[in-house]
């Protein structure tokens, strides 16, 4: 098991900014990469960026330019910085860690964070 925990999560208005953290409690930390989902009332668990043992990252179409995902191996956290919220960014957003970065689907990561609740509302 590889417990996450999530943080970071807030109420904004549309342009704001928030940074989540999600810290991993394992030895291995590095072994993994590590990935951002959001879901949203309603709708299935998607995507947002993931990033590699060493750094490699990729972003969702939607978010690309805006947020930024990356990682302290040190720290044993992984980080999702976003800018110019939109309403349309609002959901709970997940960490994960798995074997592989470069996919996007959700069964493809091992270990789940709770999840932080972001609001983007004027």
């Known amino acids: 098991q590889v417990p996450l925990a999530e943080s970071g999560g807030d109420l904004v208005q549309p342009g704001g900014s928030l940074r989540l953290s999600c810290v991993a409690s394992t030895r291995t930390f590095s072994n993994f990469a590590m990935a951002w989902f959001r879901q949203a009332p309603g709708l299935e668990r998607e995507f947002v960026a993931s990033i590699s043992w060493n750094g490699i990252s990729t972003h969702r179409d939607s978010v690309r330019g805006r947020f930024t995902i990356s990682r302290d191996n040190a720290k044993n956290t992984v980080y999702l910085q976003m800018n110019g919220l939109k309403p349309e960014d609002t959901a709970i957003y997940y960490c994960?860690?798995?074997?592989?970065?470069?996919?996007?689907?959700?069964?493809?990561?091992?270990?789940w964070g709770q999840g932080t609740q972001v609001t983007v509302s004027s």
């Open positions: 994960a860690a798995g074997p592989f970065y470069n996919t996007m689907t959700p069964g493809d990561y091992d270990y």
